[in-house]
């Protein structure tokens, strides 16, 4: 396609039995879409999906896995559904479902490995929190990073209303009764 500022070009590449669209007017050269006898479909730039809701399907509901690879340099990482199990995992290496990292399903998560390590935060100067969030009450585990302190509290927002805290010096505090039962 002879163009004003670019050609380009829509061609069978019968060196390696690909059809390819591409910049230029030399097939091969420049190609930004192949796809190979398999319809395996290899891009050479960037991928933009645009419109008001963009989605991007993985699979056609049959039952098979389904998973993107990171090709690195040292080590390569996938995120995918393991139809096996009907769980969402991320794992390390190239196959899915071997040393699996994080395993999402059903509202659990499961972290893997020899010792996990769940780190909230970045170390920068922020509270940082689990909350639970009930239906008639809320309640949270935090860094309250203005005190640097370790607080379990009612509510959803660190700091207010505490029930328990413990400073750097392991020194515990309660904000309300305290009531022991047993033996």
Do not use: C, W
Not at 2 to 11: E, F, G, I, L, V
Not at 101 to 118: E, K, N, R, Y
């Amino acid at each position: 396609i002879d163009s004003n500022a670019q050609d380009s070009y829509t061609a069978l590449d019968d060196r390696v039995e690909d059809l390819l669209i591409g910049l230029g007017s030399t097939v091969g050269t420049t190609p930004a879409i192949s796809i190979d006898e398999n319809l395996q479909v290899k891009t050479y730039g960037d991928i933009v999906m645009t419109g008001t809701t963009p989605t991007l399907t993985i699979g056609d509901a049959g039952a098979e896995d389904t998973a993107i690879v990171f090709d690195g340099n040292a080590a390569d990482f996938h995120i995918g559904l393991d139809d096996t199990d009907d769980k969402l995992k991320i794992g390390l290496g190239s196959a899915l479902g071997t040393t699996p990292i994080l395993t999402v399903a059903d509202g659990s998560f499961l972290l893997s490995g020899t010792t996990p390590t769940l780190t909230i935060g970045d170390a920068g100067a922020e509270d940082t929190k689990i909350v639970f969030d009930g239906n008639a009450q809320d309640f949270y585990i935090a860094l309250d990073d203005s005190a640097d302190d370790l607080l379990i509290g009612l509510g959803s927002t660190v700091g207010t209303t505490p029930a328990i805290s413990i400073d750097e010096n392991l020194a515990v505090k309660t904000y309300g009764d305290s009531k022991m039962t047993g033996a």
